[in-house]
T-cell receptor, first 112, second 111 residues
Framework: DTAVSQTPKYLVTQMGNDKSIKCEQN?????MYWYKQDSKKFLKIMFS???????INETVPNRFSPKSPDKAHLNLHINSLELGDSAVYFC???????????FGPGTRLTVT | QQQVKQSPQSLIVQKGGISIINCAYE??????FPWYQQFPGKGPALLIA?????SEKKEGRFTISFNKSAKQFSLHIMDSQPGDSATYFC??????????FGKGTLLTVNP
């Protein structure tokens, strides 16, 4: 029974397109996150929601927009995709903000 | 500006040996220090974590040593096994809820 799931696992698309990544957690956690892992494996926080409220909003292009319809779901929408957006995007969740984060399997985004 | 510095970048250990990965930080407001293990193609998995009021925490073969005055913490893997081969990340939680990660250490345990 998957704790944090993401769809799709792989996403290949062309520059300029708009795409979304979905995340769901069944752990009953209050906080969810989006991370970006680049080709050098560096992990960087992008956004975090606590009970549907945005609590972390890092300096990312405004082409990236998170949406949390409820506390079990956090989606990431990316407009006008660029080559530099190619990375692995991880969703995570935790009960308390910042502590004991559980990561999803990742979505590998390739922009051509 | 990297707030958590991790070393070494890569580490090769023989089976049965001790693997040691080090991290240093500057921000004294950090209040929680986890280590994550990541296998290729998978998400990071929480391995072990420590709070700054404790100097050591052990879970099975994994131990965190924490030196608050030196602002350093380290992961020790005793009796390292080939199955431990993975990338390890240290991290630190700030007062703004954010986890700041180190750049990772690729551990290879040779049989």
């Amino acid at each position: 029974d998957t704790a944090v799931s993401q769809t799709p696992k792989y996403l290949v698309t062309q520059m300029g397109n708009d795409k979304s990544i979905k995340c769901e957690q069944n752990l009953g956690h209050d906080t969810m996150y989006w991370y970006k892992q680049d080709s050098k494996k560096f992990l960087k926080i992008m956004f975090s929601y606590n009970n549907k409220e945005l609590i972390i909003n890092e300096t990312v292009p405004n082409r990236f927009s998170p949406k949390s319809p409820d506390k079990a779901h956090l989606n990431l929408h990316i407009n006008s995709l660029e080559l530099g957006d190619s990375a692995v995007y991880f969703c995570a969740s935790s009960q308390l903000a910042g502590y004991e984060q559980y990561f999803g399997p990742g979505t590998r985004l390739t922009v051509t | 500006q990297q707030q958590v510095k991790q070393s070494p970048q890569s580490l090769i250990v023989q089976k049965g040996g001790i693997s040691i990965i080090n991290c240093a930080y500057e921000n004294t407001a950090f209040d929680y220090f986890p280590w994550y293990q990541q296998f290729p193609g998978k998400g990071p998995a929480l391995l072990i974590a420590i709070r700054p009021d404790v100097s050591e925490k052990k879970e099975g073969r994994f131990t965190i040593s924490f030196n608050k005055s030196a602002k350093q913490f380290s992961l020790h893997i005793m009796d390292s096994q080939p199955g431990d081969s993975a990338t390890y990340f240290c991290a630190a939680r700030g007062s703004n809820y954010k986890l700041t990660f180190g750049k990772g250490t690729l551990l290879t345990v040779n049989p």
